[in-house]
Every structure is written in structure tokens, then in C-alpha cells.
């Protein structure tokens, strides 16, 4: 089986007060972040040459970026080859949500699990 999932490409979750909640990691985890939040930059195991990141951000709690999730959180995985992934996900019968986004930050796609929270998934750019 090829390599689905490669990293975690993001941490994002729902809050009531996103800056207060910013200063409150910075404050007490170290996790400096501006507005949107925050990046942990690694390299990856299996090719050392390439820097990758992990994304953290707080949302306010009426963001609608989550639905149709009803969940408070969301979490963005890295995969190497979005579009085949995207063709072979909904072969197997996994609910996709909307369409596939090419920006210059990667190409995004989303998924339901089986308990209905939204799955991002990232294809970093090519560089």
C-alpha cells in the first residue's frame, strides 16, 4: 500500500476568546504564535532533506471552516499525493467534502470520519 498520511500538517481548534487563549499557550506552554497561530517546523524521517511544519491555531468558536463537523476540533494531515489519495478515499467509500483547493500554501482536501468530524488534508507545495 502506498504512504497515505505522512504528518500531522495541522492542530486547529475551536475556542471562545482566540487571543486569550494565544497568550495563555504562549504564557504557559512557550508556543509563540501570531493572529492565525502558530508553526512547528521538523524534517522528515524517511527524507531528511526536506523541512516540512505542523500548523497550530485556535479558531473563534463560530467558525463555520470545521462543517459539517459539529466538533470542536480538526486536525490536518500531511500526504504526499493529495489528488490520487482524494480518488482512491472516495473508492472506498469515505465521505468527501467539498472540492480540493490548489493555493499557494499546497493543495487542501477534506474528509468525514465515521463519527462525522472533519479530516483536512495537505499537500504541501512543491518547492
Known amino acids: ?9 495541522g492542530i486547529f481548534f475551536k475556542c471562545k476568546d482566540n487571543d486569550k487563549m494565544r497568550e495563555w ?3 504557559h506552554l512557550g508556543i509563540e ?3 492565525w497561530g502558530a508553526v512547528f517546523k521538523w524534517r ?3 527524507k531528511p532533506e526536506e523541512e516540512t511544519y505542523t500548523a497550530w491555531s485556535p479558531f473563534k468558536g463560530d467558525t463555520d471552516y470545521f462543517s459539517p463537523s459539529e466538533h470542536d476540533y480538526m486536525i490536518n494531515y500531511q500526504v504526499e499525493n ?7 478515499l472516495k473508492a472506498e ?4 467534502v467539498g ?8 493543495k487542501f482536501g477534506w474528509i468525514l470520519d465515521p463519527e462525522g468530524r472533519k479530516i483536512e488534508l495537505w499537500e504541501p507545495p512543491r518547492k
Open 99 to 106: 472540492e480540493m483547493q490548489d493555493t499557494e500554501f499546497g
Open 44 to 46: 522528515r524521517h524517511d
Open 33 to 35: 504564535s501570531e493572529s
Open 82 to 88: 493529495l489528488e490520487e489519495l482524494l480518488k482512491t
Open 25 to 27: 499557550y504562549t504564557r
Open 93 to 96: 467509500g469515505v465521505q468527501i
Open 1 to 9: 500500500m502506498k504512504k497515505r498520511v505522512i504528518g500531522i500538517g
